[in-house]
């Protein structure tokens, strides 16, 4: 998401996320409840929207120190910056991509290219070829 963010804040590109859980944060939405950053929450997010408050923590193992955010903080705060900053720009589209949609294909643009093997045999040939032949063989 920070890279979205970096492209709308300084070029005019259009970026589509694609995230197959419920809302932003990937795989960290499901894979990840107990967490917590273990430094200050000001050193993580992105460039347009701060992470936290900058409050000094009074009380418990962090006291004295800046706060650091909860996994259910970092997920709040990553749909503030989709919904309040990356949408309203108009140049990023978010789609949620279902368990049900998971065996749908992706636009062709956006399908990844792969090769057969009988591809990379049929061409393996001509790829030996050009290697320079090892010095003791000279």
Known sequence: MAFADTLVAETDATVATVDRYDQPGGHGTVAYPFVRLHQPSAFYGVNSRELGSGTVDQDGWNAGLHELASGSEILAYLDQV?????????RVSYRRRGRKDRHRRLPLAAQPRHRSVRHHLDHAPRLLAARPRPLAAR
């Open 82 to 90: 989709m919904r309040k900053t990356l949408l309203p720009t108009g």
